[in-house]
């Protein structure tokens, strides 16, 4: 004679105390197998508490359709709490030094702040930000900011001007011009900087 597992269904020899695929005790099986009687109508059986449910409080407002459940959440007074998601940042804006008469600028990069400085003026003066050692440059050359992701370059009517290259020779700043990412800027005749972001 056999006994069938309730948990997994395999049917097991009667001299075995649990279920050889899946572990369950065969007492536990017997327990389950036992009919109920039933002496109470459907309207008098009352709800069984597990163990697992006795600390948690029964929910007797369920709504049966998702627009309840959206007015019922709306109804609550908790707190809705937003978050505001801060733009990622795609790197800090450098100025690397390519070519100049300054020696030891040459390959250095030079951190544009534009969170402590909004505008990042550069020159030869030692008042500007970014402070060129070279004759050809003006005292307040031009100035780079900031306008949303896009920085901006503007010549101060400098007098051996401001160029940028295009791909295939420089071209004179004139008015404010948006610069791209590794875009090299010549400063006068021989001071060359590339705007590179990391």
């Avoid at 050889?20 to 002496?39: H, M």
């Avoid at 697992?52 to 609550?76: A, H």
């Avoid at 901006?152 to 404010?176: A, H, I, R």
Wanted: hydrophobic share 30%; with cysteine; glycine share 6%.
């Amino acid at each position: 004679m056999t006994w069938k597992c309730t948990v997994c269904g395999y049917e097991n020899d009667e001299a075995d105390t649990a279920c050889i695929s899946c572990g369950t005790l065969r007492d536990a099986v017997s327990v389950q197998q036992t009919p109920i009687q039933q002496t109470q109508t459907p309207e008098q059986v009352q709800p069984q508490v597990t163990p697992n449910q006795e600390g948690m409080e029964q929910n007797t407002n369920v709504p049966q359709n998702p627009g309840d459940v959206q007015q019922q959440v709306q109804k609550q007074d908790n707190p809705v709490i937003q978050v505001q998601q801060q733009p990622t940042s795609q790197g800090k804006f450098y100025l690397l030094f390519v070519n100049t008469p300054a020696t030891s600028l040459l390959k250095q990069k030079v951190p544009l702040d534009f969170e402590d400085f909004p505008q990042i003026s550069l020159g030869r003066s030692p008042e500007n930000v970014v402070v060129i050692p070279d004759s050809e440059v003006s005292r307040r050359h031009a100035v780079l900011t900031l306008e949303g992701e896009n920085v901006m370059f503007e010549d101060l009517n400098s007098t051996n001007g401001s160029y940028v290259y295009d791909g295939k020779v420089f071209q004179q700043v004139k008015n404010k011009v948006k610069l791209e990412v590794n875009t090299l800027i010549k400063l006068g005749n021989s001071t060359i900087v590339k705007l590179v972001r990391e």
